[in-house]
């Protein structure tokens, strides 16, 4: 059962026999030269990961999610929410496609509808992402989903990322109801 579709593409929740797939893709160096430490994660990298969102599912509602272009059930991506253990409080946006589905315009699709997915559904007032500077096409990615560049971080290792932002905006479906009922969300930027 899908979370929301676009246009083009189903964003579902990933399941145990996903793992092939998922671990194909968080093994592929390309994919994840960007991502985390910079490279591929083992199986049991992956497994481990994959119970963690199975995790986040049952504890949160959301996590990691995969990406597949309809019509077909296969895994071309993922893109969800993660919370980074060095930053509290913090949901940052996530994605990756193979590389065999790069140029097609997917991750904008995707990570538009991701972001209007946590607005919306999950109750978040504040989403941010980072971004290896070298990255100019994720980069571009966030600009055009409407996420706004901050600044410019060291990491703990003395690596640079680029930190984005996006708050709900104030004419969000979910704000409105919230004007309607007499509360406001003072999270919201």
């Given at each position: 059962?899908?979370e929301f579709e676009t246009e083009r593409l189903?964003?579902?929740?990933?399941?145990?026999?996903?793992?092939?797939?998922?671990?194909?893709?968080?093994?592929?160096?390309?994919?994840?030269?960007?991502?985390?430490?910079?490279?591929?994660?083992?199986?049991?990298?992956?497994?481990?990961?994959?119970?963690?969102?199975?995790?986040?599912?049952?504890?949160?509602?959301?996590?990691?999610?995969?990406?597949?272009?309809?019509?077909?059930?296969?895994?071309?991506?993922?893109?969800?929410?993660?919370?980074?253990?060095?930053?509290?409080?913090?949901?940052?946006?996530?994605?990756?496609?193979?590389?065999?589905?790069?140029?097609?315009?997917?991750?904008?699709?995707?990570?538009?509808?991701?972001?209007?997915?946590?607005?919306?559904?999950?109750?978040?007032?504040?989403?941010?992402?980072?971004?290896?500077?070298?990255?100019?096409?994720?980069k571009r990615v966030l600009e055009k989903i409407?996420?706004?560049?901050?600044?410019?971080?060291?990491?703990?290792?003395?690596?640079?990322?680029?930190?984005?932002?996006?708050?709900?905006?104030?004419?969000?479906?979910?704000?409105?109801?919230?004007?309607?009922?007499?509360?406001?969300?003072?999270?919201?930027?």
């Amino acid at each position: 059962m899908p979370e929301f579709e676009t246009e083009r593409l189903v964003v579902r929740r990933l399941r145990p026999h996903d793992l092939d797939d998922f671990a194909a893709l968080c093994g592929d160096p390309v994919i994840l030269r960007y991502m985390d430490e910079g490279r591929p994660l083992s199986g049991a990298e992956t497994a481990t990961w994959l119970d963690v969102t199975l995790a986040n599912y049952r504890e949160r509602g959301w996590g990691c999610f995969g990406v597949t272009a309809k019509p077909e059930d296969r895994l071309i991506g993922f893109c969800g929410f993660s919370r980074p253990p060095d930053r509290p409080g913090v949901v940052e946006l996530i994605y990756a496609l193979a590389p065999s589905q790069w140029g097609r315009g997917y991750a904008t699709e995707v990570t538009r509808a991701m972001v209007a997915f946590g607005f919306e559904r999950c109750g978040l007032t504040r989403i941010e992402a980072t971004v290896d500077p070298a990255n100019e096409a994720s980069k571009r990615v966030l600009e055009k989903i409407g996420m706004s560049y901050v600044g410019r971080g060291e990491d703990d290792d003395g690596s640079s990322t680029d930190y984005y932002l996006v708050g709900r905006p104030d004419g969000s479906p979910r704000m409105a109801r919230q004007r309607e009922q007499g509360r406001s969300d003072e999270g919201t930027i």
